[in-house]
Nanobody, 124 residues
Framework: QVQLVESGGGLVQAGGSLRLSCAAS????????MGWFRQAPGKEREFVAA????????YNADSVKGRFTISRDNAKNTVYLQMNSLKPEDTAVYYC?????????????????WGQGTQVTVSS
């Protein structure tokens, strides 16, 4: 069983930056594809970014391209989401997720483990 714990959320002004972290335990982190998703009030959970098991392949949603960067440190069992040029529409609870395969996917239903989420609020 894999446990995921997100941190780094908070309140930031539009145009600011935040760095989210997701620490994993209880599994072989380096063998999992990892993803970040977000969910705003009244909306479905949506894909933000994903990274392959070794970090060689990354994928971003169109809405965050050029602003968000996903990365991972397998030695630290941690995946990161660097968020720059934040907008009020980025406000949501951000979740990290692990998929027990090397193949990256954008579908939330394909992920096996989820963290509890961290709130990101961007003020205008």
């Amino acid at each position: 069983q894999v446990q995921l714990v997100e941190s780094g959320g908070g309140l930031v002004q539009a145009g600011g930056s935040l760095r989210l972290s997701c620490a994993a335990s209880g599994g072989t982190f380096s063998s999992y594809a990892m993803g970040w998703f977000r969910q705003a009030p009244g909306k479905e959970r949506e894909f933000v970014a994903a990274i392959s098991w070794r970090g060689g392949n990354t994928y971003n949603a169109d809405s965050v391209k050029g602003r968000f960067t996903i990365s991972r440190d397998n030695a630290k069992n941690t995946v990161y989401l660097q968020m720059n040029s934040l907008k009020p529409e980025d406000t949501a609870v951000y979740y990290c997720a692990a998929r027990n395969t090397v193949v990256v996917t954008r579908s939330p239903a394909s992920y096996d483990y989820w963290g509890q989420g961290t709130q990101v609020t961007v003020s205008s």
